[in-house]
């Protein structure tokens, strides 16, 4: 045998043994796999295959990882789409919003980018990967409170966001009570004060400009009670 058979051979049988998970890492979606036939993948970028790595850990488990941990990393994905989406919803609020929504708007602004960073820092120490964007459900709401305007905007925007609230906080008491990891648990309790207070700051900005909110779910009322201080 020739040495170009040689060469051909042993190329042919490396790439026989190649794992196939390799060739499932290739995003189809990316410059590099638009440019090549039909059925013919690209080469998959070392930054995409890490990304798709990561994603999968969080999503299967780490080797010795416990159930509550994983739940964990799904409360900060959920945690942190969310606290997207009540920033950009604030942003929006902020410039269509009448006089008292604006004043919420902006404090909504600045709390729920503290609230995200402090979620980002304690995922970060826990090895867990962020969406960066917020759910395809709320940027539907997104979409739809950027087609309104003025009394109609003020209206679902505060109704929104107080249920928002609501079902985050509940989420939030749940995660706080079970929490694998101390400073996570230190985090969900810190935003779980700030969401109390802008429970109040709603309802304020509510009855200024003459809406009205629907009353707090009994079962959240219940299972939701802020603790004294």
Same mark, same amino acid.
């Given at each position: 045998?020739?040495?170009?058979?040689?060469?051909? $051979?042993?190329?042919?049988?490396?790439?026989?043994?190649?794992?196939?998970?390799?060739? $499932?890492?290739?995003?189809?979606?990316?410059?590099?796999? #638009?440019?090549?036939?039909?059925?013919?993948?690209?080469?998959?970028?070392?930054?995409?295959?890490?990304?798709?790595?990561?994603?999968?850990r969080?999503?299967?488990?780490?080797?010795?990882?416990?159930?509550?941990?994983?739940v964990?990393k799904?409360?900060?994905?959920?945690?942190?789409?969310?606290?997207?989406?009540d920033?950009?919803?604030?942003?929006?609020?902020?410039?269509?919003?009448?006089?008292?929504?604006?004043?919420?708007?902006?404090q909504?602004?600045?709390?729920?980018? #503290?609230?995200?960073?402090?979620?980002?820092?304690?995922?970060?120490a826990?090895?867990?990967?962020?969406?960066?964007?917020?759910?395809?459900?709320?940027?539907?709401?997104?979409?739809?409170?950027?087609?309104?305007?003025?009394?109609?905007?003020?209206?679902?925007?505060?109704?929104?966001?107080?249920?928002?609230?609501?079902?985050?906080?509940?989420?939030?008491?749940?995660?706080?009570?079970?929490?694998?990891?101390?400073?996570?648990q230190?985090?969900?309790?810190? $935003?779980?004060?700030?969401?109390?207070?802008?429970?109040?700051?709603?309802?304020?900005?509510?009855?200024?400009?003459?809406?009205t909110?629907?009353?707090?779910?009994p079962?959240? #009322?219940?299972?939701?009670?802020? #603790?004294?201080?």
């Open positions: 045998m020739n040495i170009r058979c040689m060469r051909i $051979a042993v190329v042919g049988a490396a790439i026989g043994v190649l794992p196939l998970s390799l060739t $499932a890492q290739v995003d189809p979606n990316s410059a590099a796999g #638009a440019s090549q036939p039909t059925g013919q993948p690209g080469p998959a970028s070392p930054v995409g295959q890490a990304a798709q790595q990561s994603s999968m969080d999503s299967l488990g780490a080797p010795g990882e416990t159930g509550q941990q994983m964990d799904q409360f900060l994905r959920t945690a942190v789409e969310t606290g997207i989406a920033v950009k919803m604030a942003e929006l609020a902020a410039q269509k919003g009448g006089p008292d929504v604006k004043t919420l708007a902006q909504m602004i600045e709390d729920h980018t #503290a609230v995200n960073k402090d979620l980002g820092d304690a995922a970060d826990i090895g867990v990967m962020l969406p960066k964007k917020m759910s395809k459900d709320e940027q539907a709401e997104y979409e739809k409170l950027n087609g309104l305007s003025d009394k109609d905007f003020d209206t679902e925007y505060l109704t929104y966001i107080l249920k928002a609230h609501w079902q985050t906080l509940h989420s939030f008491y749940m995660e706080a009570s079970a929490a694998s990891n101390a400073d996570l230190t985090q969900v309790t810190k $935003a779980m004060m700030t969401m109390h207070q802008h429970l109040g700051l709603i309802t304020k900005a509510a009855t200024a400009e003459g809406i909110l629907p009353p707090h779910p079962r959240f #009322a219940a299972t939701t009670t802020p #603790a004294k201080q």
